[in-house]
C-alpha cells in the first residue's frame, strides 16, 4: 500500500493571537509543526509527507523540514489541501490529511486510520461524545437535546483513497468553507467511517491548549523513537507421545515438545519478549507452571493474555521476529499458519510477524532431536 500524508499548516492561527504563525509556537521546547511532523516521519512508514505553509513560511522552511515537501498553502483549509494534493505521487493510493496543530497524534491512530480507510474508502479519527448535547439558538435557548450515541467529535487524522479525495477537493472549489475534507466527502456522495479518536490529541488553538497539551506530554510522554525492544527465549525436551504445537498449531512429527502447558516455544518466547519490551516481568511470573489453571493452557491463549497486559499499560505490539531451532521436522510449509495464528494472538497485521526456522547442524541436543528452541524479539510502542 502506497499511503502519503498532507499535514495542513497553511494557516497563521489568528485565534491564538501570538506575533509568530501559530505552528511555530514551541510546545514543552519544540515547535508545535516539527512534533506533528515527527509524529508522521516516526508514525508510519510513509511513502512521502507533504506539508502545506503559509507563503512566507514556504519560501523559507526551517530546517526541520528536509525530509519532507514543502508546497504554498491557500486562502482557505481545502486550498491548502488542494495544493498539496497535486504534487501527491501517481502511485498513491491512500491520502491521510493531519491537522498541523494536533502534535500529539500517535502512531497508533494514524495507522488505524489508513487502515480504514484502505477498507472502506474513506474514514476520520472521532471522539463520541460524553457530556449531553444540546442545541441552542442565537439567544442562547435550548432548543433540543440531541442524542449524544450519535455525536462524535471530530479529529485528523483524516484518510481517504486517492479517488475519493479527488472527488471531495473537486468539490472544494465551489463549497463555501469546509472544516475537514470528511466534509467535502461525504457532500461528494462518499461514505466516512469512524475510528476511535483519542482524547489526547488535542488540537491547540488558544494558549490554554498549549497547557493542557503540557500537562498531556508531561502525564504521556511519547515514547522513543525505536519504541521499546524485548527479547525472549524458550526450550522444551522432545518425547514420542506428545503433539508439537507451535505458534498454536499443531505440525506433524514423531515426537512433541514436553511441558505442564502445551510447551509450545514460540508463544512461550513470543510472550516472554512482549513482555519484557513493557517492563512487565516474564512469562513464569504470570502464568507459573505450578499453578493448575495453566496445566494445559493453550499458550496462544497465554499470549493473548499477555498482550492484554501491554494494553493496560497504554502499550501495544509493533512486530516480532522469531527463530525457531528445530532439527526435524521442517516448519516451512507452517510458516504461514502459524504467522496468521499468532498475529491473531498478537492484535497486528501478520506482515509485522515473521517466523523464522533453523536446524543445529547436529550439534548439541538441539542438534539431536532432544529438545526444540526459540529465540523472539518483539517491539512495543504506545496505542
Ligand atoms: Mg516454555
Redesign the pocket.
Known amino acids: 500500500m502506497h499511503v502519503s500524508a498532507i499535514i495542513a499548516a497553511g494557516g497563521r492561527g489568528s485565534r491564538f493571537g501570538s506575533a509568530q504563525p501559530k505552528q511555530l509556537v514551541e510546545l514543552a521546547g519544540i515547535p508545535i509543526l516539527k512534533r506533528t511532523v515527527d509524529a508522521f516521519l516516526q508514525g508510519y512508514p510513509f511513502d512521502e509527507v507533504i506539508v502545506a505553509l503559509p507563503e512566507e513560511l514556504a519560501v523559507n522552511p526551517p530546517s526541520y523540514l528536509d525530509d519532507v515537501m514543502v508546497v504554498t498553502g491557500g486562502a482557505r483549509r481545502q486550498d491548502s489541501v488542494a495544493n498539496a494534493f497535486r504534487e501527491v505521487a501517481p502511485s498513491s493510493q491512500v491520502i491521510v490529511v493531519h491537522d498541523a496543530a494536533r502534535p500529539l497524534v500517535t502512531a497508533a491512530l494514524i495507522e488505524r486510520t489508513v487502515n480504514a480507510a484502505y477498507q472502506h474508502g474513506a474514514a476520520i479519527a472521532a471522539l463520541q461524545a460524553r457530556d449531553t448535547v444540546k442545541r441552542g439558538d442565537a439567544s442562547r435557548i435550548i432548543r433540543g437535546t440531541l442524542p449524544r450515541e450519535e455525536i462524535f467529535l471530530a479529529q485528523t487524522p483524516q484518510a481517504f483513497r486517492v479517488g475519493v479525495l479527488r472527488d471531495a477537493l473537486a468539490l472544494a472549489s465551489t463549497a463555501s468553507d469546509a472544516t475537514d475534507e470528511a466534509m467535502l466527502a461525504e457532500q461528494a456522495g462518499h461514505h466516512v467511517h469512524l475510528v476511535d479518536g483519542d482524547p489526547r490529541n488535542l488540537k491547540i488553538t488558544t494558549p490554554e491548549d498549549l497547557v493542557l497539551a503540557e500537562t498531556a506530554l508531561q502525564h504521556h510522554p511519547r515514547p522513543a523513537r525505536t519504541g521499546r525492544a524485548g527479547i525472549g527465549y ?3 525436551r522432545l518425547v514420542e507421545g506428545r503433539p508439537l504445537i507451535l505458534g498454536g498449531i499443531t505440525i506433524p512429527a514423531d515426537r512433541g515438545a514436553l ?1 505442564h ?1 502445551d ?3 514460540i508463544c ?1 518466547a513470543i510472550t516472554d519478549a512482549v513482555l519484557g519490551a513493557a517492563s512487565l516481568g516474564d ?1 513464569g511470573r504470570h502464568f507459573p507452571d505450578n499453578d493448575p489453571r495453566w496445566k494445559d493452557a493453550s499458550s496462544l491463549d497465554l499470549l493473548r493474555r499477555a498482550v492484554a497486559m501491554l494494553a493496560d499499560e497504554g502499550l501495544q505490539v509493533g512486530n516480532v521476529d522469531v527463530t525457531v531451532i528445530l532439527e526435524r521436522p521442517k516448519i516451512k510449509d507452517h510458516v504461514d499458519a502459524i504467522r496468521a495464528a499468532l498475529a491473531d494472538a498478537l492484535g497486528v497485521g501478520v506482515d509485522r510477524v515473521s517466523v523464522k526456522g533453523k536446524t543445529n547442524e547436529g550439534v548439541d541436543a538441539v542438534g539431536r532431536g532432544e529438545a526444540i528452541a526459540a529465540h523472539a524479539i518483539a517491539l512495543v510502542r504506545s496505542r
Open positions: 524458550d526450550l522444551h511441558g502447558s510447551a509450545d516455544v512461550h512469562i
